[in-house]
């Protein structure tokens, strides 16, 4: 089946540690997203890349990078400058990017601070 | 900047009751309209859009929408509950300026009660 894979599902941070999340697609989409969900604050744009090689910050990309090194992958790099990591984050895919384009999500992974 | 306000963060109905959920927007130009919805621990799932062809919009699940340009409104309706459709529900936009990105109200939690 088609879809986008999200993992770990649940994930750990230390103090001063990077982590990485994992997103996949395998709907052969060019653009993808990376999007923060905090209760009450419905969802934010992290980051996004429409093509392979490509990506620009979103809203709140300040403590985040990514990479976009093939169509299928976007993981997210939390850094130790992100002081508030802990949140629901949610990778999404677009076929094309276009604006009236339905959004793929995956099922997200659950960040938390030690 | 486009906007997204979703009225009212939880909406409780009876189950056969009518369900309404509120969102305004605001756009200098024609927007794309969304309506989303996120069961527990999981990812968003498209309900419909609007993308100026037809106003009342018919989606899944028995939802539709009323786009009403002079009330810069997008509201979801139901006509009969189900226990099945307590989740949460998100409003977006496109926005025109930033390249097709979608902008999310805070989201409203709907329950069902039997």
């Known amino acids: 089946d088609g879809g986008i894979t999200q993992s770990p599902k649940y994930l750990f941070r230390k103090e001063g540690q990077n982590v990485t999340l994992s997103c996949e697609q395998n709907?052969?989409?060019?653009?993808m997203y990376w999007y923060r969900q905090d209760p009450g604050q419905g969802l934010r744009l992290i980051y996004y890349?429409?093509?392979?090689?490509?990506?620009q910050k979103g809203d709140i990309a300040e403590g985040y990078s990514v990479s976009r090194e093939k169509k299928e992958s976007f993981p997210l790099t939390v850094t130790s400058a992100q002081k508030n990591p802990t949140a629901f984050y949610l990778c999404?895919?677009?076929?094309?990017?276009?604006?009236?384009?339905?959004?793929?999500f995956g099922s997200g992974t659950q960040l938390s601070v030690l | 900047a486009q906007s997204v306000t979703q009225l009212g963060s939880h909406v409780s109905v009876s189950e056969g009751a009518l369900v309404l959920l509120r969102c305004n927007y605001s756009?200098?130009?024609?927007?794309?309209l969304f309506w989303y919805v996120q069961y527990p621990n999981q990812g968003l799932q498209l309900l419909l859009k609007?993308?100026?062809?037809?106003?009342l919009v018919k989606g899944i699940n028995g939802f539709e929408a009323e786009f009403k340009k002079s009330e810069t409104s997008f509201h979801l309706t139901k006509p009969s509950a189900h226990m099945s459709d307590a989740a949460e529900y998100f409003c977006?936009?496109?926005?025109?300026?930033?390249?097709?990105?979608?902008?999310f109200g805070q989201g409203t939690e709907l329950s069902v009660k039997p």
């Open positions: 999404a895919s677009s076929r094309t990017g276009s604006l009236n384009e339905k959004l793929f």
């Open positions: 709907l052969n989409h060019d653009a």
């Open positions: 890349s429409q093509i392979v090689n490509d990506f």
């Open positions: 756009s200098s130009v024609p927007p794309y």
């Open positions: 609007y993308t100026s062809a037809a106003t």
């Open positions: 977006a936009v496109s926005d025109h300026n930033q390249g097709g990105k979608l902008i």
